[in-house]
Structure formats: C-alpha cells, structure tokens
C-alpha cells in the first residue's frame, strides 16, 4: 500500500510567521503535489514535482514555495502566513506513468490567526 | 482551460433510493478519476476511468465515462448512510499529470 504522511493533521499559526509544512511517501513515486482544499472550491493544485530539486506551479503558488530535495520528501513554506491561507493542505503523490493514479496524505488542517 | 463542474454539490437522499452525480469537464481528456473523502480525512480513490464507454463498479456504486459527451457519472443505487460522504471527480490534463478537480458533492443519506 502507498503511504503518504504529512507531518502534522492540524496546526495554528500567527500571521507573519514562517510556516513548513512536510509530506513523505514511502512508495517511490516519480510525482508529489501540494492542493489546498476549501469548502465550494474543490481542491487546487498549489505545487506539484516531478522529480527531485524540480518544481512546477500549480493554479495557486502565490505566497507559497516548495522544496523537494529527496525523492520521498516534498516540502511546502508559506514564507509569511496571511488569514487567507487558512485552508486544509493535501500532500499527494503519483507515477509518472499511466494511469497518473494520485494517492493522498491525510491532511493538515492549518489556521492562520 | 479545463473546467471541471459537479452537479449537484449537495445531496441529501433517503436510504434505499437511488440517484446519479454528474461531473463535466471542458477539454478533451481520456482519464477520469473519482475519489470519496470522509468529514475530517483525506481522499480515498474509488475509481479510475480510462477510456471512452468505461464502466466501473464497487457495491453500491458505478461509475461511467463518455469522452464524446465529456461526462462521467457516479451512480448510487439503494442508498446506505456508510455511503455518506464528499465525493470529487478529477480530470487529467492529458499532457500532464495534473488532476484537475471538481468542486465535489456531499452526500447525505438519511433514514
């Protein structure tokens, strides 16, 4: 089974402060994506890689930036949090091959005071 | 730009009854996916559809695609309150392997 772990499920923060937020796959998978999720809006995709020291944006990077050093580990930084980055964060990950299936974190739930 | 658009976005149905959820999407795409989510967990993938005419069951649930139409539906038949949840449909971006997603639709299923 593909195992995607993030590395806290809730989280509350201060707006300025400089926010990580870690997601780790244990299944050696080529792609790895970061989405936020907010009620009526779906999921959108923020960041998402390809392979490592790669990245690509997503339909939403503004105020975030990724990192992606090892295979397993994909990082996302909200470099000065704002309010309106209160929102749900899914870390998921995939093959670069078909069916491009994508295999999902359980979350975290990340509030900005 | 691929749009994906569920309707309706919340159903609230007795048990027994049987009802379809439609997802759209807007640009040629050969790749469908639908995915449950639990109040308070993450995304569990149901299904994956892969080509034109695909028909994919689990229990209670089926799920089709038609690429010509460029819709998917997920059928519910007999309803049961386990199957209370959000579910999402996504779409592949076909040069990429971006998923764009709908905005989801809450099940609800009552006594």
């Known amino acids: 089974d593909v195992k995607v772990t993030q590395s806290s499920r809730y989280l509350v923060k201060r707006t300025g402060e400089k926010v990580f937020l870690e997601c780790v796959q244990d299944m050696d998978h080529e792609n790895m994506f970061w989405y936020r999720q907010d009620p009526g809006l779906g999921l959108r995709l923020i960041y998402f890689s390809y392979d490592v020291k790669m990245k690509e944006k997503g339909d939403i990077p503004e105020g975030y930036s990724v990192s992606r050093e090892k295979k397993e580990r994909f990082s996302l930084i909200l470099e000065s949090a704002s309010t309106n980055q209160t929102s749900m964060y899914l870390c998921a990950t995939g093959v670069a091959f078909f069916p491009y299936e994508q295999y999902f974190g359980p979350g975290t739930r990340l509030t900005v005071t | 730009e691929l749009k994906v658009e569920q309707n309706p976005l919340f159903l609230s149905m007795q048990e027994g009854k049987n009802y379809t959820i439609y997802c759209n999407y807007s640009?040629?795409?050969?790749?469908l996916y639908w995915y449950r989510q639990d109040p308070g967990k993450s995304l569990e993938s149901l299904f994956v559809l892969l080509s034109n005419g695909a028909v994919k069951q689990e229990g209670r649930l089926m799920a089709s695609l038609d690429t010509k139409a460029r819709l998917s539906t997920l059928h519910i038949t007999a309803a049961v309150h386990d199957l209370s949840a959000t579910y999402f449909c996504?779409?592949?971006?076909?040069?990429?392997?971006?998923?764009?997603f709908g905005t989801g639709t809450r099940l609800q299923v009552f006594p």
């Open positions: 996504a779409v592949d971006t076909r040069d990429t392997d971006k998923l764009i």
């Open positions: 640009t040629t795409s050969d790749r």
